[in-house]
Nanobody, 130 residues
Framework: QIELVESGGGSVQAGGSLRLSCQAS????????MAWYRQAPGKEREGVGV????????DYTDSVKGRFTISHDNGKSTLYVHMNSLKSDDTAMYFC???????????????????????WGQGTQVTVSS
């Protein structure tokens, strides 16, 4: 069992930046997919990006490519997302999620399919004003 706690949300003007953090209650290196999701009011929860802690490879949804960067501090078991050039469309509750990758698996198993993830945080709100 892993508990995930997000922090760093807040209000920012369009064009600004924020960094979100997600602290895990136990080590998440090296065999975890760690992902960020977001959910805007009245919309489905969507995957933002994912990192495989084993090798640091990342993948992002198209709408955030070039603006968001996901990283993971292996020693602190903390997931980050640096969000730049924020837009009003980025306004949402942001969640982190984790899934264990068995020894027969690899980073190729890390996707943004919501049902793949067993562990979820409670979320942190990001509001971007134009």
């Amino acid at each position: 069992q892993i508990e995930l706690v997000e922090s760093g949300g807040g209000s920012v003007q369009a064009g600004g930046s924020l960094r979100l953090s997600c602290q895990a209650s136990r080590p998440t290196y090296p065999r975890y997919c760690m992902a960020w999701y977001r959910q805007a009011p009245g919309k489905e929860r969507e995957g933002v990006g994912v990192i495989y802690t084993g090798d640091g490879m990342t993948d992002y949804t198209d709408s955030v490519k070039g603006r968001f960067t996901i990283s993971h501090d292996n020693g602190k078991s903390t997931l980050y997302v640096h969000m730049n050039s924020l837009k009003s469309d980025d306004t949402a509750m942001y969640f982190c999620a984790a899934r264990y990758v068995p020894p027969y698996g690899s980073g190729r198993d890390c996707s943004l399919t919501r049902s793949d993830y067993s562990y979820w945080g409670q979320g942190t709100q990001v509001t971007v004003s134009s």
